[in-house]
């Protein structure tokens, strides 16, 4: 089997969870009361993208959680750190903490360089353990950003699998996720679905986001086991509507 037919494959089992979960959600839509499984891998799509041969959604990053031995984080725990702040939340509504997500600093990293706005956001790569200024202060500051970034990650339709094993770096869950990644990847090898080229991540800061045509950075140039397309299918058939 060839890269692109693992593709293909891939992309129908992805197919086949849409159509078991009632459709791709999106995160503006979706709450913790959802019946979401404990543990998962979630799969982010770019609106308005497609494959270059069908009419399939162009993947644009994976993830997952708990991979850390006697981690207790669930699926909608990452999904909510992804989504940010609610309406509600106490000064910054509809915010966020990208320092608690990494998908959420890559994107708001990319609208700085895209937009030139690094004098506006200084702070935005540090960590809080480097900053000497006042964390509210900088939250204020930030908050702006926080917002397009909740914003467009919310428009993102996203899929996942219901994929329950044991927290560790071993899981089930870690080899689904690097290995899709892998896959999907055009880092290094043949590009296939080549991104639009619009597509926000084009403006990335890493080097590995550009290329790879994904928000992901990690696993990004590995080279990918064929065999968690078996275990994915498998996950498949066991997830369900979150309603």
């Known amino acids: 089997m060839t890269r692109r037919d693992d593709l293909d494959r891939f992309y129908d ?29 979630y ?14 959604r162009r993947l644009t990053r994976v993830g997952t959680h708990a991979v850390s031995a ?10 909510k750190q992804h989504y940010g702040t609610g309406a509600r939340s106490s000064g910054h509504p509809h915010g966020g903490n990208h320092r608690g997500s990494v998908y959420r600093k890559r994107v708001g990293e990319a609208i700085i360089e895209r937009y030139g706005l690094r004098e506006d956001y200084p702070s935005w790569d540090a960590r809080w353990a480097g900053i000497e200024r006042d964390r509210d202060a900088v939250r204020d500051e930030e908050y702006v950003l926080e917002r397009r ?12 699998v219901d994929l329950d094993d044991e927290p560790g770096p071993d899981s089930d869950r870690a ?3 690097r290995n899709a990644i892998a896959l999907v990847s055009n880092v290094g090898t043949e590009t296939i679905d ?9 403006d990335s800061r890493s080097h590995a986001i550009r290329t790879s045509g994904l ?3 990690n696993h990004v140039e590995e080279t990918y086991d064929p065999a968690f397309l078996d275990v994915l299918a498998d996950a498949a058939e066991r997830t369900a509507p979150p309603e």
């Not at 799969?43 to 399939?56: C, I, K, N, S, T």
């Not at 080549?194 to 084009?202: A, F, H, K, N």
């Open 149 to 160: 970034v909740s914003a467009y990650i919310r428009e993102q339709p996203f899929l996942w």
């Open 43 to 56: 799969f982010f799509f770019e609106p308005g993208e497609r494959r270059e041969a069908g009419d399939q």
């Open 194 to 202: 080549p991104r639009d080229e619009r597509w926000l991540g084009r």
């Open 70 to 79: 006697g981690s207790g984080t669930t699926l909608w725990d990452r999904l």
């Open 215 to 217: 928000w992901n950075v």
């Open 13 to 41: 089992i992805l197919d086949r969870v849409e159509a078991a979960v009632g459709g791709a959600r999106k995160l503006k839509d979706c709450h913790g009361r959802m019946d979401w499984p404990d543990r998962g891998v």
């Open 175 to 177: 080899f689904v996720e």
